[in-house]
Structure formats: structure tokens, C-alpha cells
T-cell receptor, first 115, second 114 residues
Framework: GAGVSQSPSNKVTEKGKDVELRCDPISGHTALYWYRQSLGQGLEFLIYFQGNSAPDKSGLPSDRFSAERTGGSVSTLTIQRTQQEDSAVYLC?????????????FGDGTRLSIL | AQSVSQHNHHVILSEAASLELGCNYSYGGTVNLFWYVQYPGQHLQLLLKYFSGDPLVKGIKGFEAEFIKSKFSFNLRKPSVQWSDTAEYFCAVNWIGNTGKLIFGQGTTLQVKP
């Protein structure tokens, strides 16, 4: 079946521009997570959605980062006024429910490069 | 703070050698434990998981891991590696009651020489 889909796969943009990253979770998965994978920092949690609400935003690094989820499905991560330190691979994952023992299924990620 | 440590950052082995990758997590309650693997050019895939019960868990491709509660460890093992095991391996921990978010170790790059 279809896995987690992320778009674009690669994004190159100039410092100061805004970017939007999209995640399509596995159909029926109610939980959705965003992570960031960067050199020197490893894999870091950003935000968690259950349905359309985000009970845990503790990993968002600054107020330039925001995310939303609509219809309990697609999620968009927005980075405003991008900085070079935002360069990373942004990963989305989904899982079937709220239980913390549900394994997360990851997408291929969006590689973001800030010039 | 909750944290996960992987002690080996880069491991090089010959085919048929045995593998053990260390993973320790900080104390902080009941946990669910995972190992994920990322093959070159592919997305993260679940290798194995521990939730409860038998502390020795078996995963795909001949991998296993042992949860030792007293040591806060969840080491990954494979008796005989293959060239196709070349990948990056991540240990991840979820603290129960802490939403479902995963805290990852830094990752270990495994290179298996044919």
C-alpha cells in the first residue's frame, strides 16, 4: 500500500524566503509527526498532531516554524524567513493511533537547502 | 532531560563478523524502544521494537535486541553481517505518557566490507 508521501523531495531557496513542506500520511493514520535530520544534530522531534490538533509543539525551534493539519490528513510545515541553519532533511511520520507503542512509518523526507 | 546515546558512530566490519551496537537512554520512567534502519537512498524503516514482555526481541533480517532495564540499554545485535546490512542505524525511545514522540540517538553508520 501507499506509504507516507512528502513533497517536494528537494527544495533550494534563498535565505529570507518562506517555504512550505507537505506531508501526506498513510490513509487512516491519526497521528502525524515532523522531525528534522541535520548534520551535527541528528534526528530531532519538531511537532506532533493527533487529528487536526497539535498537543505537542515542543520541538519547534523558533516562531518562524509553524505547522498545520487539515481534514485529519495532509500536513504542511511552514518555515518563514529561512536561515542557513534551517538546512536539513525534514521527515514526516505517521502512526495508526494515539498509543505510544504504535510504530511510526516515515516518508522519504524533504531535503531543504538554504543558500 | 530525556536523551538517547549511541556509542558507536561509525563501525566497519567484514562480512560474517558479528555486530553489536550500543544504545543507552536516560532514566525517566517506562519506555518503548525501537531500532530503525536507513539504507542508502531509502527512508527510515523499523527494524524491531520492544514494548513489554520478553526483553530479547527479534526483528527483520536476523537482527535482535536485548532490553536490560537495570542498565537502561537496548543493544542491537546480529551474529553474522552481510554487505547488504550497510546502512545507518538509529535507536529511538518513547517515554510513555510523553505523547508518541521519539527521541533518537545520533545514529551509527555501519559499513560492511565484502
Amino acid at each position: 500500500g501507499a506509504g507516507v508521501s512528502q513533497s517536494p523531495s528537494n527544495k533550494v531557496t534563498e535565505k529570507g524566503k518562506d517555504v512550505e513542506l507537505r506531508c501526506d500520511p498513510i490513509s487512516g493514520h491519526t497521528a502525524l509527526y515532523w522531525y528534522r535530520q541535520s548534520l551535527g544534530q541528528g534526528l530531532e522531534f519538531l511537532i506532533y498532531f493527533q487529528g487536526n490538533s497539535a498537543p505537542d509543539k515542543s520541538g519547534l525551534p523558533s516562531d518562524r516554524f509553524s505547522a498545520e493539519r487539515t481534514g485529519g490528513s495532509v500536513s504542511t510545515l511552514t518555515i518563514q524567513r529561512t536561515q542557513q541553519e534551517d538546512s536539513a532533511v525534514y521527515l514526516c511520520a505517521s502512526s495508526p493511533g494515539t498509543a505510544s507503542n504504535q510504530p511510526q512509518h516515515f516518508g522519504d523526507g524533504t531535503r531543504l537547502s538554504i543558500l | 532531560a530525556q536523551s538517547v546515546s549511541q556509542h558507536n558512530h561509525h563501525v566497519i566490519l567484514s562480512e560474517a563478523a558479528s555486530l553489536e551496537l550500543g544504545c543507552n537512554y536516560s532514566y525517566g520512567g517506562t519506555v518503548n524502544l525501537f531500532w530503525y534502519v536507513q539504507y542508502p537512498g531509502q527512508h527510515l524503516q523499523l527494524l524491531l521494537k520492544y514494548f513489554s514482555g520478553d526483553p530479547l526481541v527479534k526483528g527483520i533480517k536476523g537482527f535482535e535486541a536485548e532490553f536490560i532495564k537495570s542498565k537502561f540499554s537496548f543493544n542491537l545485535r546480529k551474529p553474522s553481517v552481510q554487505w547488504s546490512d550497510t546502512a545507518e542505524y538509529f535507536c529511538a525511545v518513547n517515554w510513555i505518557g510523553n505523547t508518541g514522540k521519539l527521541i533518537f540517538g545520533q545514529g551509527t553508520t555501519l559499513q560492511v566490507k565484502p
